[in-house]
């Protein structure tokens, strides 16, 4: 009798520990169509030309956005008392920092952004702005293809900081082998991401995640780079790289991921897993019972009305940023300090570059756009469901605004490297240079060192 008691209480618990923890479904990605059109007009051949890019931005646009942002500032409504950050952006913020508003000079940051080589080039009728910046390598050194893609909050500027170690990495102190007795640097590749940046936006409906890693990879191929790592930096940027890799697994030699997002209410298997651990006794599930199901982003699902509002208000485009990175960096106590911490980790003026770059350069409804039909396309949805398998890096840092348990991103990303870090935020690229860095190296020497160990095993 006691027998058949224990076996009916062990064989279920190991029946869900089981479905908990070795079940793994190989969900494959759909097929899409191998080519869009989202430009003016009829649909017609991309121009494959690729023509050099200087940033040059009107001066009346950056006086407009520049007035805009203070009369902004001027009428703005203070916070409730003593409330800081904890219903959203606090005003009295910027009004601390009027004089440093005031003597923001974006002339000086285009020519900083200058020092380094832009391009344009036609994919899917739009006109996308990429950044490329590599060193000729050295007899010791072998360069390495690597496309970065930012999220959304961010742009290339994210990774400004980054790009002189990846592609110069001895200067830094970085020395990781490729296995052949050379050293890794990388030719790094930074496009905008359509509607971002100085990328042009679509005029017709229909791009999001999917149709833009497509374009990146046809960006690839017109740079003559048949293989090549990617990174994907938060959860838009991780999601494109994703889909990049789903699209092109074999061109994508390693996929390298920071602080990716997993929607555990698009999939059944991740839903029944997250209910199911709520149930489990002990500590086991800690991880997974403090989880919250949050979205990768905050769905505006009439973005032309939203991003009307920001595009006509300087100030209200910088509060909802600065928000929004405060979240990202999301310091302890944040909420509740007089300047979220922004300041703690980044300084103002790489924030204020960066608000620029959204509302002065491009605007911002443009980026709600391609969030909207991200969210809402169902090949995107499917391609989210979809589990990767290769060699996968991600690199998890413990202050973002979602914590995705390391289960699930096992889930997903089958067989993949999972690196926690103690410390750093949302935006990885610009707050801890370092750590990203360090990762990326370590990540693709070990690709490559398992590439030589393949191609060197002697055959049976």
Not at 191 to 216: H, I, Y
Not at 338 to 354: I, K, R, V
Not at 430 to 435: A, G, V
């Amino acid at each position: 009798m006691l027998i058949k008691a224990a076996i009916l209480v062990i064989v279920p618990l190991a029946a869900v520990h089981y479905f908990l923890f070795s079940y793994y479904p190989e969900i494959p990605a759909p097929s899409i169509d191998s080519d869009d059109y989202f430009g003016l007009g009829e649909p017609h051949s991309d121009d494959p030309a690729i023509t050099d890019y200087e940033i040059n931005v009107d001066s009346g646009r950056i006086a407009a956005f520049k007035r805009g942002l203070f009369k902004g500032i001027a009428t703005a409504v203070p916070s409730l008392e003593k409330t800081h950050f904890q219903y959203g952006f606090d005003a009295a913020y910027l009004w601390t920092l009027n004089k440093t508003v005031s003597e923001f000079d974006w002339s000086q940051h285009e020519y900083f952004l200058n020092t380094f080589k832009h391009f344009k080039t036609e994919l899917e009728g739009v006109l996308i702005h990429y950044l490329r910046h590599e060193f000729p390598p050295k007899k010791s050194q072998q360069k390495v293809p690597l496309l970065l893609i930012h999220g959304f909050g961010s742009s290339f500027w994210d990774f400004y900081k980054i790009l002189p170690v990846l592609s110069n990495p001895a200067r830094f102190g970085f020395e990781f082998g490729a296995g052949n007795g050379k050293t890794v640097m990388f030719d790094v590749i930074v496009p905008s991401l359509p509607g971002f940046g100085f990328s042009d936006a679509a005029v017709k409906p229909g791009l999001g995640s999917v149709q833009t890693a497509r374009m990146l990879a046809a960006l690839m191929e017109r740079l003559k780079h048949s293989e090549y790592f990617v990174h994907g930096s938060g959860a838009l940027g991780a999601e494109i790289a994703s889909a990049l890799k789903l699209l092109k697994p074999n061109a994508v030699k390693g996929l390298h991921l920071a602080n990716p997002f997993i929607e555990i209410e698009s999939d059944l298997v991740y839903r029944a897993k997250w209910e199911l651990a709520q149930l489990w006794p002990g500590d086991t599930f800690k991880d997974l019972k403090g989880l919250e199901i949050p979205r990768a982003f905050d769905v505006v699902k009439r973005p032309d009305t939203f991003g009307h509002l920001l595009n006509t208000s300087p100030f209200g485009l910088v509060s909802f940023l600065l928000d929004r990175w405060a979240r990202g960096i999301n310091s302890p106590d944040w909420q509740n300090h007089h300047q979220g911490h922004l300041q703690t980790h980044n300084t103002f003026d790489e924030l204020l570059t960066e608000a620029y770059i959204y509302g002065a350069i491009n605007k911002p409804l443009h980026a709600l756009r391609l969030l909207y039909f991200s969210q809402t396309d169902p090949k995107a949805a499917a391609f989210r469901k979809a589990t990767i398998s290769g060699p996968v890096s991600v690199l998890t840092t413990p202050r973002t605004p979602y914590n995705v348990p390391i289960y699930f991103l096992r889930h997903k990303y089958v067989d993949s490297i999972i690196e926690t870090a103690k410390t750093g935020g949302e935006f990885v690229a610009i707050e801890n240079p370092e750590l990203l860095s360090k990762s990326i190296f370590e990540f693709v020497e070990l690709v490559l060192l398992s590439e030589k160990s393949a191609k060197t095993k002697p055959k049976k």
